[in-house]
Nanobody, 122 residues
Framework: VQLVESGGGLVQAGESLRLSCKVS????????LGWFRQAPGQEREGVSC????????FYPDSMKGRFTISRDNAQNMLYLQIDSLTPEDTAVYYC????????????????WGQGTQVTVSS
């Protein structure tokens, strides 16, 4: 199983970024894919999650508005659009797969990518 993120980088505040995650190698269907992030010195936090089957999307209240998750099952791709970036969005962003319903508990996600760094300058 592999999850490979891409699309991170150094951007200026106010700009947008689209992260991608290539998913491969599953022999058993996962139920949902999620995005998490971890800023320096902070715990990892959930950003968004999408159901594999009906495309339902979920966001913690703190992430509603500027983040948009989407998927392309045919291409085995997961995306995260981030608009109006602020320096507080600086973090390593991870995609992850779960065999359960969407949640913000990272222990429920069995597979993780290596992460992609997003740095937002003011």
């Amino acid at each position: 199983v592999q999850l490979v993120e891409s699309g991170g980088g150094l951007v200026q505040a106010g700009e947008s970024l689209r992260l991608s995650c290539k998913v491969s190698g599953f022999t058993r269907d996962y139920y949902a894919l999620g995005w998490f992030r971890q800023a320096p010195g902070q715990e990892r936090e959930g950003v968004s999650c999408i159901s594999r089957y009906d495309g339902s999307t979920f966001y913690p209240d703190s992430m509603k508005g500027r983040f948009t998750i989407s998927r392309d099952n045919a291409q085995n791709m997961l995306y995260l659009q981030i608009d109006s970036l602020t320096p507080e969005d600086t973090a390593v962003y991870y995609c992850a797969a779960t065999f359960y319903s969407c949640s913000w508990s990272d222990v429920e996600y069995a597979y993780w990518g290596q992460g992609t760094q997003v740095t937002v300058s003011s």
